[in-house]
């Protein structure tokens, strides 16, 4: 499909695009979970924008929030003074926030991006310990810049920038398909948790003091990798008897994406602080970050930055979680998640190609696996990126729009919006399967 516009792009964009790479496709429009491209191909959209548009493409309440705005001549860009919008999204976040972070914690508006989140997070713990070493996780990813990427365990984004930021410490990630500890299957909490306790006691170790640790509860672009949730407890365990301030981050997996409006929900845990993102912003860019009252230790004006007063954002974000609050929509992720496994389950029965299925909530994992390789350890077969490409060459093709991500790049990754319905669900994993079976033949 050559147009004028892939033209243009491919001669003059940086090599250092990365969706383009994959989706040969200029768009005109896009409603709910389906994009038409300018040639009028239609296709179902299970990338969202990273997981960014919670309720789908353009949802009518989004555009009428925006619409209300302009209207009403609320300023665009306020830096990050008060308006009537921005206290009203605030106290909607707050209502969202399990009750017992409700009268305890504080929000900060960062930068536009994720990766300006965690970026304050790390700022935020930093001052208020005092510590400078950061526990982060193999497989994670918290953004782009140079601190964010130091802290992602994802050495192919990585490997040609020489000066990251020291002091970073990776521990192993319970990524049980691929047991780091070789034994998988839910059982690697306490081990996990020992062998982390073991490194902080031994100061030879170097991370006598950390300022914090972070991960994600389901690893996104790691391949979505969910965290056992006894291994989520355990963290929480560790990190509260060692005083070391817990942040999650729920840049993709927070506001409903799981199942619950925040991740950690899932153990019934509350961390220190929450890095949000995505869609909190209700597909424009917003990013805050959510902590306990005692770490707010910074000077006033200590941490600053221009554009942190989006109104369009704010608004967008307070149509979006009032939208998902008045219809369930966290119902929906969990009937559609459930629809979405039974399926996968039965395609990992039939193709030996799928070698694991996993996830939490609308926020899925396909590993796809080379029944020519050698078996590992626990008896799995090898990732296989080039057929998880050509998989996904065949869905876009057939008109689905999946990301393949993971460390080894072999994992379909399905990001669907939280409102898709029924027969979309199976529509997608028809021309799923349709596509796996043609890409190994
Ligand atoms: N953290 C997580 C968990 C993410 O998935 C991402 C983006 N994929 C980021 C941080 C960085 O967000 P951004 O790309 O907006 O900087």
Redesign the pocket.
């Known amino acids: 499909t050559e147009n004028k516009y892939l033209e243009f792009q491919n001669e003059k964009e940086s090599n250092a695009k990365s969706y383009p790479r994959h989706f040969p496709l200029a768009i005109e429009k896009a409603e709910g979970m389906m994009i038409t491209d300018v040639e009028g191909n239609v296709f179902y959209d299970c990338l969202c924008g ?2 960014t548009l919670a309720i789908g493409h353009n949802h009518p309440v989004v555009i009428q929030a925006i619409e209300d705005v302009l209207k009403q001549q609320t300023p665009l860009h306020t830096l990050d003074l008060a308006t009537p919008l921005k206290i009203e999204f605030m106290q909607e976040i707050f209502s969202i926030l399990p009750k017992e972070l409700r009268d305890s914690t504080k929000i900060q508006f960062c930068g ?7 970026e304050a997070a790390i700022k935020l713990v930093k001052n208020a310990t005092k510590g400078k070493s950061i526990l982060a996780f193999q497989g ?6 140079q601190a ?1 990427m130091s802290m ?1 365990g994802n050495l192919s984004k990585k490997q040609h920038l020489q000066s990251l930021l020291p002091d970073v410490h990776f521990l192993p990630f319970p990524y049980e398909y691929r047991c780091p500890f070789g034994i998988g299957e839910g059982k690697t909490a306490k081990i996990s948790a020992q062998y982390i306790e073991n490194l902080l006691d031994d100061c030879e170790s170097g991370i006598a003091s950390p300022c914090g640790m972070i991960f ?1 509860t389901v ?3 790691g391949g979505a990798i969910p965290a056992d949730i006894e291994w989520l407890k355990e963290m929480r365990r560790v990190t509260a008897e060692r005083g070391i301030p817990l942040i999650i ?5 927070g506001i409903g994406r799981t199942g619950e409006m925040f991740s950690f929900e899932h153990a019934g845990i509350v961390p220190d602080v929450i ?1 949000c ?2 869609a909190i912003g209700g597909g424009l ?1 917003m ?1 805050i970050i959510i902590y306990k009252e005692e770490l707010d230790q910074w000077n006033p004006g200590a941490h600053i930055g221009t554009f942190r007063g989006n109104q369009l954002g704010m608004a967008t974000g307070l149509a979006t979680l009032k939208y998902m609050k008045e219809n369930d929509v966290l119902e929906n992720v969990n009937v559609r998640s459930k629809q979405v496994f039974e399926r996968l389950n039965e395609l990992q029965e039939k193709y030996e190609e799928i070698g694991d299925v996993r996830g939490r909530g609308l926020m899925i994992g396909v590993e796809i696996v080379n029944p020519k390789g050698r078996k590992d350890r626990l008896g799995h077969y090898p990732q296989y990126e080039e057929l998880a490409l050509k998989i996904q060459e065949r869905c876009f093709h057939n008109g689905l729009i999946i990301e393949v991500g993971g460390r080894y790049s072999a994992v379909m990754r399905f990001l669907p919006p939280l409102t898709m319905t029924e027969n979309e669900t199976a529509e997608v994993l028809t021309i799923f399967e349709k596509s796996v079976v043609e890409a190994i033949q």
């Open positions: 990273a997981g536009p991006t994720g990766a300006d989140g965690v994670g990813y918290h953004g782009s810049t964010t992602s994600e690893q996104g672009e981050d729920e840049v993709q997996t890095v993102s995505k860019p990013s």
